[in-house]
Every structure is written in C-alpha cells, then in structure tokens.
C-alpha cells in the first residue's frame, strides 16, 4: 500500500480530495453555503489540470442535477456537491435520477432547508423516497472514504443507484481534522475505469427512460436490496487496503455488548455520543451506541437483530416531519422492528435543528432516558425536542434532565 | 425501457427505439385517414416540393415521381396545397 | 432541386396532429445532422415527433439545456465528436426552459438549440406560453365577455441569445426548406465541428390545431407569415446581421390574422396595432440589414 499522506483539511476539501482521487470525468456545480469550498477545491484542481475533467459551472442546482445525469448518461464518471435549498431546487430531476440507471455520486454537507444555513438533515431527509442511496458520514475522514466507496457501490452492475454522500453541514463541511490521503495509485486498484453497462451513443439508440412502469419500480427496488451487500463489500474491500472500516458499511457499534438499551444516532452526533456512551459506561451503565450510516437502504436486518437484544432503542436524529410527531429515523427503526416477536421500547429524540448544538448533555439525556426505559419498561414520553427551551420546561415538570 | 432482458444481476437492459417500435400495435392510416393523396405522374415536375413539405416524410423520390407511403400517410393534404403543377389530387377514401 | 444523398433518422409515423410543422422541422434537422447525433427533446410536441435512429438523452421540461450540457461535455471528456441537437418548443425555450439555455448559451456550450415555436404550449392543450402573439385565443387566454386572447405582446427570445453574444442566431421558416436545411449545416459547423458554442435557430411551427385553420394550409400559414414581415429570415453569424430572404413585396398582416381562427374574433384597430408593430420591427430589420450591406434578395 501506497503512503497516506498526513494533512489537516476540513470536510470540503477531503471531499475534493476524494473526487480527485476518484479520476471522476465531468463535474458540474453552482455555489451553496456551506458547499462552496468544495466547488472552489474541485475548480482549483481542473484549473491546475491536477484533474482532468470539465468543469460546468452550471446556472442553477436543478440544472445541475439533469447535466451530470446526462453525462453519466455518455459513460462518464461524474460528481456534483449541494445542500439544503439547491438540493430542493434540484428536486424535480433528483427524484428521477435513478430511472435511467446512470451511476451519480452526489456529496451533500447537510444544510436545513429554510431561512438559515446552518446544519439538520431536513434537505436530505426530504429526498428519502427519491430512489437515491443515503449514507450519512460522522467526520472528515469518513466522508473521504465513503465518497470513494460510493462510486464503487452505484457503477456496481448490482446497483447502479445514484448516492448521496451527507456530511454535516459546517460542523464537518468546514472544521479541520487530521486525517489520512489515499494515494492515488491504490485508489485506482480499489477504483478502477468505470465499466458501464450501457450508454447513451449515436451507434445504439436505447430507449433508456420509461413512464415509471411499475415492474420497472420494482427492478429499482431490488438494486436497492442488493445496495447493501455492496456497501457492505465496498466497506471491507477499502478496508483492506486502507486499514479504516466503518462498521459493516451501513451501520456500526460501539460498546454495545451486553447493554439493556441502545441509542442509535447519526452523522457527527454520534462522534459526541462516543464520548457520552464511553463516559457512561465508565459510570456502570449498560448503554449501547448504534450508528446509522445508511438511511438508504434502510438497514432493516442490523436492526432486527438489535431489537432480538435490548429492551429500549432511543433514536437521537437530526430532523422533524412537521406533522407526524416525531422524526424519520425513528419511523423507520420502529416499523423495522414491529414485525418482531418481542419488540423493545423505543423513543424519539430531536435534536439539533436548524443548526442548533447538539450538547454532551442533551445526548446524556438521551442516553439516560433510554436506559430508564429499559429499566422501568415504561414509556412515560415517546418524543422528545432536545431544545433548550423545552428541555427547561421539562425539567420543571418532572424535576429530571 | 426494460426489454425484458435481465443482466444476471438482475437489471433491466434498455431496448432500442426499433424494439420500441416493434412491439407497438401499429394502427395502419388505412383505418381512420379520410382523404388520401393521388398522384398525376404525368403532370408531375419532379420539383420535390412534396417530399419537402411532407410533415410526415412520408413521401419518397423515384425515378417515376413522388411515391407514398399509404400505410402512415394521414392525409393531411399539405402536399396537394403546395404542389404548384396540381400533380396532387385529395381524394376522399372509400369506406 | 439537387439531389442529395440523405440518410434518414427520423422514422414514420410520428404521433402529431395533421399537418404538424414540428414533425417536418425536427425530420429535416435530423436529416442534415444525420445518425451521429445526440437529441434531447424536452417536453413539448416533439415527443411525438417518431422515431429517430440517433442517440437521446432524457430530460424534463426546465432542462433541455442543461441536459444537453451534460450530453455535450460527456461526449467530449470520452473524445466523443457527436452532434449535440436539442429540438425544444417555446415553451422549452421562451419560458421554463429559459434559464438553463442562458446559461448554456453564455458558457458556450456546443450545443445546436432548435427551438419549434408554435406559440403555446400546445402538447399540453393550446396554452399560452411568452411567444404567444397578442390577442391571440389559446386556453389560458380564452375569448371571453372580459378578454378577449392574450393581453399582452410576446417577447424575442432570439434577441436574447443574440445580447448572449452566440456564434450563430437564425430565424427560420418551414415554407423555406432550402435556407432552413443552410441554416443548419452552418450550425453544423459552427457548433459541432469548429466547437465555438451554441448554435440557435428558430423556426415558426405554424400549427393548424392551436392556430384554428386546415391542415392542408400549414406551409401556406407559414410562408405568409414571412411574407407580412412577422417573421423575418435572418441570421447572425459572429454578430453580422444578414436577412436570408427578402420578399419583394410586404403583405397587409391583416391576410395572415384572418385565416388563422385564433385571431377570428380580433378587431380592426387590433390589426391596426399589430400591423404597426410588425411594420415598424420590419423597418429595423431591413435597417441592419441595410447597414450590413448584406441584404440577400
């Protein structure tokens, strides 16, 4: 294995790093707080020619999002980077990204949708039905892995799903970490030309969009199920050459054995929730700690063995529905659990919305919570908004927290 | 468009437009045209006008003059407007 | 007429109307482009303009352009020489499809816009788009107790693309086959040989659905629309003007309105205005066309 470089860069640019490394072909993209560095990196590198490939600096996101997909159309590897309001520009033609089977790597520094720039997850949470690979990264050097891996994971014949890379909006997009570069000739055995499966070309005009017929739905469907197998290769085949492994690629443990509960969280979350976790454990308490990298595909069979082991799983997300009472990760980790004959508790923690700090003793919050639960077997609340305010409130009330 | 073909990983290989066009129920214009071009090969110039104006295409050149497909034509009558020798005679199709 | 040897890409039948303009545009500008090309055909009618053995690459009605883009670059980053063609309606064009054309047009993407102007969103069912002339009946421009058709005077995207400072901006007609068929092997060249950036041309689709007339009519429509001086045959190439046709008579514009029934409820003093729109739009023209010395009778 080649050296890997040392360096001090911030998310934004590890990400410009990996697409560099990754020789992607054609990149497009418009400016976006906080995504910009990345653009301004990737421009950078074109301008220098330390990366072959055009660079559009197309007029809009929605644009953007149809530019790289026809170029993946042509059988080049492509890239683009946006958050928050320009991932919702885009909207339109992300939703039918996945329809032509184009591979499209997307990385998204998280970014609220609505009046600020600051971090939650409600830019890509929006896009959960949208056919798109979702792997949410919790640092700098996860998200320079996974964005390698996922060119990987969408070219497979196996998948061919568009993916979006998510990283923490300014909490990682902009904070500087040490973290290790891939040399480019081992990112090349890891990474090799993309083969295509079929292209756009004058010399074979393939009809390669339909009018969303059903059986068509249902293929997607089944490249979403063997999505996680390949992450999950793709995980352990970087691994071995890079010595970094994320769990099993779609989610990871951490001081897990023989707990009575498990708080499950997200993104850089769960580098505060380490500490808190390790802390606690420390103190005596029998609390576990759950990654959940991939939103998309849903990870349901981790989750089913979680739930065969613990008695309460708390859920500490980064985003609402605005209507349903609690937030989408929960949904989906209590409906993938429910089928079970034995079901553990399960309750709700939003935090860190709109960019709001999520604190050591809002994730000990949670943590402890959990565990009462486990303990008592009761649920006294099933959501909680770990917002300064009505965390106050709460603690009034109860004379907890 | 899925042909039905699958790659063994299961994925649908696209079809061409040909193959599109193959499993299309084709409704010949003979069913529904109302008037059908006719051709006077006689007075005709061979200017070709008609094959330019065809919105169809539908009109191809031979040594003998403007020859039609009646299979797609849909008798919309550009071709009897535009022929300035009035070679091109709309007749109505009997039913 | 010469013959020439024409490869065909287009493939009968289409799915449009009767005496469809946008069927005969999009068969004559895949014939001069010929098979190693790649279209992109944005929502409009022509979706339905057939088969074509050619490359297309997918897209939504905002994104032609954009599409497009990505086509064009991908092509050239595999060193891939393939004509990019996008066939859009005005409404691709003028209104919705707008942005993404400035912003192709102003990065010099090599892409040839064929822009089918049937002046409304007629896929749809005949609504009125920004190329919608004034008074026109459409469905969201009805002929009513309180209105009567579109208030309002189009605008001239075609002027948009020449302040965009492309290489090539045509205007062109489906009643001249000949100069449309020279227009386009110039954009040919321009665009997808000498690689200087977007090459506009568009071309009045007189469509005898939304326009209320005969099928039979349509190439008459369109060739009295030149005629009247509503739509002048030029082109710009690298900024000098030239008008490719000048009829050797204007006609009245009134003879264009009345055999269209979109205008059958238009008054006299409509046609007044309208008529003093188009005469003084025609000075200009014939103004430049003048000053360049370049005027071809």
């Known amino acids: 294995m080649g050296e890997q470089k040392v360096d001090f860069i911030t998310g934004n640019e590890a990400v410009a790093y990996a697409v560099k490394v990754a020789r992607v072909q054609v990149i497009a993209a418009y400016p976006i707080t906080p995504q910009s560095p990345v653009t301004e990196k990737l421009s950078e590198y074109v301008a220098n020619g330390e990366l072959k490939a055009p660079f559009i600096e197309i007029e809009g996101e929605h644009s953007c999002i149809a530019a790289i997909g026809s170029a993946s159309g042509t059988g080049c590897r492509v890239f683009t980077a946006t958050c928050g309001p320009g991932l919702a520009y885009g909207h339109e033609n992300v939703q039918r990204t996945h329809i032509s089977r184009f591979p499209v790597v997307i990385a998204v520094p998280n970014r609220a949708l609505g009046t600020t720039i600051f971090c939650d997850h409600s830019d890509t949470m929006a896009e959960a039905t949208s056919g798109w690979i979702q792997l949410y990264t919790e640092n700098s050097q996860e998200v320079l892995d996974t964005v390698i891996q996922a060119f990987k994971v969408a070219e497979d014949h196996r998948v061919l799903m568009p993916v979006m890379v998510c990283y923490d909006g300014y909490v990682t997009s902009h904070t500087g970490e040490t973290i290790r570069l891939p040399a480019q000739e081992d990112v090349d055995k890891f990474l090799p030309q993309r083969k295509p499966l079929y292209i756009t070309d004058p010399s074979q005009p393939l009809v390669t969009e339909t009018m969303n017929i059903p059986v068509a739905e249902w293929e997607h469907e089944q490249a979403m199920r063997n999505a996680k197998a390949v992450i999950r290769e793709a995980n352990e085949a970087y691994a071995k050459i890079f010595g970094r492994i994320y769990g099993n690629g779609l989610t990871e443990r951490f001081m897990c054995e023989g707990s009575e509960a498990v708080l499950v969280t997200m993104s850089s979350m769960m580098g505060t929730a380490r500490e808190v976790v390790a802390e606690m454990r420390k103190q005596g308490h029998k609390i576990g700690l759950m990654k959940l990298k991939s939103f998309r595909p849903f990870p349901t069979e981790d989750f089913r063995q979680l739930a065969r082991e613990v008695k309460a799983v708390g859920v500490l997300e980064r985003n609402e529905t605005h209507g349903s009472g609690c937030g989408e990760a929960f949904k989906e980790i209590r409906s993938t659990m429910y089928g079970e004959s034995v079901r553990p508790k399960t309750i709700d923690f939003i935090a860190g919305l709109g960019g709001s700090d999520v604190r050591i003793q809002d994730v000990r919050f949670a943590c402890e919570k959990t565990l009462e639960v486990a303990r008592t077997g009761r649920v006294e609340k099933e959501v909680y908004w770990l917002v300064p305010e009505l965390m106050a409130a709460e603690k009034e009330r109860t004379g907890a927290g | ?95 | 007429m010469a013959e020439e040897i024409v490869e065909r890409v287009t493939i009968a039948p289409t799915g449009s109307c009767q005496g469809c303009g946008m069927s005969l545009i999009a068969r004559h500008a895949l014939d001069a482009l010929g098979k190693n090309t790649c279209v992109v055909i944005p929502a409009s009618c022509g979706g339905w303009a057939g088969l074509m053995e050619c490359a297309r690459s997918p897209t939504v009605f905002p994104s032609a352009a954009a599409a497009a883009t990505g086509a064009a670059r991908g092509f050239e980053a595999l060193g891939k020489k393939v004509n990019v063609l996008v066939i859009a309606g005005d409404g691709g064009t003028y209104d919705i499809g707008l942005q993404s054309l400035s912003g192709a047009a102003e990065r010099g993407e090599n892409i040839i816009w064929i822009c089918q102007n049937n002046e409304a969103y007629m896929n749809t069912g005949i609504q009125r788009s920004g190329a919608t002339p004034r008074w026109a009946w459409t469905t969201t421009t009805p002929v009513g107790r309180v209105t009567k058709g579109k208030q309002v005077w189009n605008k001239d995207v075609a002027a948009i693309l020449e302040a965009h400072g492309v290489p090539y901006v045509a205007r062109a007609s489906v009643a001249f086959i000949p100069d449309f068929k020279r227009k386009l092997k110039k954009a040919q060249r321009i665009t997808a040989e000498e690689r200087r950036g977007l090459s506009y041309i568009e071309v009045l689709n007189t469509c005898p659905t939304g326009w209320r007339y005969p099928p039979d009519q349509m190439i008459r429509v369109a060739r009295l629309a030149v005629q009247t001086g509503v739509w002048p045959l030029y082109e710009i190439e690298d900024g000098v003007f030239r008008l490719t046709y000048r009829p050797k008579e204007i006609l009245p514009v009134a003879e264009y309105l009345k055999i269209q029934g979109r205008f059958s409820h238009i008054t006299e003093e409509q046609i007044k205005a309208v008529q003093a729109r188009v005469t003084d739009r025609w000075d200009k023209v014939l103004e430049r066309a003048d000053a360049a010395g370049k005027a071809v009778a």
């Not at chain 2, 994925?11 to 193959?19: F, H, I, L, M, S």
């Not at chain 2, 071009?37 to 009109?59: H, L, N, R």
């Not at chain 2, 191809?60 to 091109?88: H, M």
């Open chain 2, 1 to 95: 468009m899925s042909s039905g073909k699958k790659t063994p990983q299961g994925v649908g290989v696209p079809v061409t437009e040909k193959q599109v066009a193959a499993t299309k129920k084709r409704i010949s214009a003979w069913a529904w045209r109302v008037f059908k071009p006719v051709f006077d090969q006689s007075t005709c110039k061979m200017c070709w006008a008609c094959y330019d104006y065809c919105p169809e295409g539908v009109i191809s050149k031979s040594d003998s003059g403007p020859v039609v497909d009646l299979e797609t034509c849909k008798g919309c009558g550009v071709c009897a407007t535009e022929c300035r020798f009035k070679a091109i005679k709309m007749e109505r199709e009997e039913r």
